[in-house]
């Protein structure tokens, strides 16, 4: 998905369509001429889908394998067909699969998402991508492409999304693994899947030659692994003309997306000329309502900018009007652990835990106004009775309030948590997270340097921080914090940009210097100009005044795992129990504050939470060793979604890692970089946690905390 509409289609007329036919005819789909199958085939023939023969028409949703969790997805899946959808639509997640070339991981949650669909009836159009964008951390490209060379790019760096022969090459590696994983849920094998599609929007990112180079290889090793016309293969791009020519290689049928304040006539037959006068109508991502944000933002992203009921209106008359159609989304789920990505292409726009909370389904999987409306349209369209919807799954709040029992020190917990047995060797320049194969998540850097910043520099630099970095002098458990700096949130993003060239007071003039820098990745470009180029670190290196001054080098790097080191079991031994008056009196200080739950309901059930992280200051959540995401007072989300099958009965493990200090958000001059937005929201919500003889807590709920309403 890309959260992009043209305000100008209604401009495009019929002359104009037929002007483009000769450009798009060399991207014209073929239809197969005989099905797969005798006894299960699902074709295109003419203007339509066929299944079994006859005229069939898609209703589908999107809902993403990796932001639900697998108890969850059964349910939801339900949902979707008792709301009437025939089908479901999800992305294929590359880098949560190959986070380390050649280890391949979680599969099991793809394909037990398929065997959920294949049991409820409802057939499955894949986006494999490999690029996916989905709002996701690098739009799903792992971050080890970043660090191969040999590529077509600047230094030989790897161009994504191209005909880059070392990016096809990891592409081909990666799919000799996936499509022979997929290929027993085929349609034609027996399974669910009837779609799969090349690329995402591809349009957007390059309309030459070695775009469509990249699609046609993926649209090749389809066919070689799964044989000629065993599934459809499509492409999606927004309905503009010079987006599908450069997104539809030959024999792919293209597709479009628009929302409801888009004219559907006009991009409808954007689609049919770039299909080659034939082809059924299909809008493969229609923008229901429900929106999305950004941290520190005033807005959710996705917003339709007209009612629900106008929206639902539209929904309703394309399918009456016989056009098949996927919403995006039918259920959002959740960025889980660190995956939510950033889209740079205005500024450093991070992506919140929640996905899209406010479409059909909400984050916890009821159905929403616009979920019962989105059911009623359907019924109204096909001539059906509308469904009878279930009510809210119960949730519990637990006891309400949960007071943290004693807090480790990052700097004396580091070796425990490192994601490596020991920190890097000493390396000239800081190394990046992808140099440490570092998907996401934090990496302490430490020097001792002998330099002295010259006489007249005040200020020490980093250059281009990616993406937060605390920057420390001294050794033990209480070094001095200097500062914050941030890559900006509020403007396009440049290295060259001088709101980059991030400076640090400084009034040390002794020597040796020991400089600690615990740097925070917030995601990776998903979608803008820096796609396959985010690095994360501090690829900018450490400067002991502007210019003229020098880098301070000889770096150790110590990365923090994230996934699997955030228990109590290991946390403990470091820990210091709470209040503790002697450290971290300043709140300057990093630390995992360590409590436990006790789940033990009357009825032997357990329940849905959510967990209210107001008047924290910013950092992330485990639970039982699962990362539920990342907190921060900018908002406009407060809260973090614990499912069910999170907990367990009996004691539950929390862990809340806190980078920025309890009630940070209370600050009147937030980090340089940091947006100064949502101000009065801010405020309001720094004071909210509850603090007892020194012991803060977080308190649960039945319901999410959230500064907008996520729905119109």
């Given at each position: 998905m890309t959260l992009f509409t043209s305000p100008l289609m209604t401009l495009f007329t019929l002359p104009l369509l037929l002007a483009v036919t000769l450009a798009l005819a060399s991207s014209a789909f073929t239809t197969p001429s005989t099905p797969t199958s005798t006894n299960?085939?699902?074709?295109?023939?003419?203007?339509?889908?066929?299944?079994?023969?006859?005229?069939?028409?898609?209703?589908?949703?999107?809902?993403?394998?990796?932001?639900?969790?697998?108890?969850?997805?059964?349910?939801?899946?339900?949902?979707a067909k008792l709301c009437g959808l025939n089908a479901v639509q999800t992305y294929i997640h590359w880098a949560i699969h190959e986070p380390t070339r050649g280890l391949y991981t979680r599969l099991s949650e793809l394909t037990s998402f398929l065997e959920a669909a294949k049991d409820e009836g409802l057939l499955v159009i894949l986006r494999p991508g490999p690029y996916i964008c989905a709002e996701t951390n690098g739009g799903g490209l792992p971050g080890w492409l970043q660090e191969e060379r040999g590529g077509i790019g600047p230094a030989g760096a790897v161009i994504p999304r191209s005909g880059d022969p070392v990016f096809l090459n990891a592409v081909d590696e990666w799919f000799a693994v996936l499509l022979p994983l997929l290929q027993p849920y085929l349609y034609?094998?027996?399974?669910?899947?009837?779609?799969?599609?090349?690329?995402?929007?591809?349009?957007?990112?390059?309309?030459?030659?070695?775009?469509?180079?990249?699609?046609?290889?993926?649209?090749?090793?389809?066919?070689?692994?799964w044989g000629k016309d065993a599934v459809i293969i499509h492409s999606t791009d927004s309905a503009l003309p010079a987006l599908l020519n450069g997104g539809v290689p030959a024999n792919v049928f293209a597709t479009v997306d628009f929302g409801?304040?888009?004219?559907?006539?006009?991009?409808?037959?954007?689609?049919?000329?770039?299909?080659?006068?034939?082809?059924?109508?299909?809008?493969?991502?229609?923008?229901?309502?429900?929106?999305?944000?950004n941290w520190g933002s005033d807005v959710y992203m996705n917003d339709t900018a007209i009612s629900r009921n106008a929206s639902l209106s539209v929904y309703q008359s394309l399918i009456e009007s016989g056009a098949s159609i996927n919403m995006y989304v039918f259920s959002g789920g959740t960025n889980w652990r660190l995956e939510a990505g950033l889209h740079a292409d205005g500024g450093a726009n991070w992506q919140t835990g929640p996905y899209i909370p406010g479409g059909p389904l909400s984050e916890a999987g009821d159905f929403t106004d616009l979920g019962i409306g989105v059911c009623t349209a359907i019924a109204n369209a096909t001539g059906k009775t509308p469904p009878i919807l279930p009510s809210p799954i119960p949730k519990s709040d637990y006891g309400g309030v949960l007071y943290m029992k004693s807090v480790a020190p990052l700097w004396s917990a580091l070796s425990a948590i490192s994601a490596s047995p020991s920190p890097s060797l000493p390396s000239p320049w800081p190394p990046t997270f992808e140099n440490l194969g570092l998907e996401s998540g934090y990496v302490v850097y430490e020097t001792s340097s002998s330099l002295i910043p010259h006489s007249d520099a005040s200020n020490w630099y980093i250059r281009e921080p990616r993406d937060r970095a605390y920057v420390f002098l001294g050794d033990g458990m209480l070094p001095a914090r200097l500062g914050i700096r941030q890559r900006p949130m509020d403007s396009a993003w440049s290295p060259s940009s001088p709101a980059n060239q991030t400076a640090i007071a400084t009034s040390v003039s002794s020597s040796p210097l020991k400089i600690r820098i615990l740097v925070g990745a917030e995601g990776r470009d998903c979608f803008g100009p820096w796609l396959g180029q985010d690095s994360k670190g501090?690829?900018?290196?450490?400067?002991?005044?502007?210019?003229?001054?020098?880098?301070?080098?000889?770096?150790?790097?110590?990365p923090v795992d994230v996934n699997s080191r955030l228990t109590l079991s290991i946390l403990e031994e470091y820990s210091l129990m709470l209040p503790n008056a002697t450290w971290n009196s300043s709140g300057s200080q990093p630390g995992f504050y360590l409590s436990t739950l006790t789940v033990s309901p009357a009825d032997g059930v357990i329940r849905d939470t959510f967990l209210d992280m107001r008047g924290w200051g910013k950092g992330l959540v485990a639970v039982n060793g699962f990362v539920l995401g990342r907190y921060w007072y900018l908002g406009p989300e407060f809260s973090l979604y614990i499912p069910a099958s999170v907990l367990r009965l009996g004691n539950n493990d929390f862990v809340v890692f806190e980078t920025d200090g309890i009630n940070a958000g209370c600050n009147s001059t937030q980090p340089p970089g940091e947006a100064l937005l949502r101000e009065e929201a801010r405020i309001a919500a720094c004071k909210q946690v509850i603090t007892v003889d020194g012991i803060p807590s977080v308190r649960l709920h039945t319901v999410p905390v959230r500064d907008l309403p996520p729905g119109e």
């Open positions: 299960r085939s699902f074709i295109i023939s003419g203007n339509v889908f066929l299944k079994e023969g006859e005229p069939f028409q898609v209703l589908s949703g999107s809902m993403h394998y990796f932001r639900h969790t697998p108890s969850n997805i059964p349910v939801r899946l339900q949902y034609s094998a027996g399974g669910p899947v009837i779609m799969a599609q090349v690329g995402n929007e591809e349009g957007f990112w390059s309309s030459d030659a070695s775009s469509n180079i990249y699609l046609s290889h993926v649209r090749d090793l389809f066919i070689k692994s409801p304040k888009d004219n559907a006539s006009a991009a409808f037959d954007i689609q049919r000329v770039a299909n080659g006068g034939k082809g059924p109508f299909f809008n493969s991502e229609f923008y229901i309502g429900g929106m999305n944000a501090l690829p900018g290196g450490f400067q002991l005044g502007p210019y003229a001054q020098p880098y301070v080098f000889n770096w150790t790097a110590t």
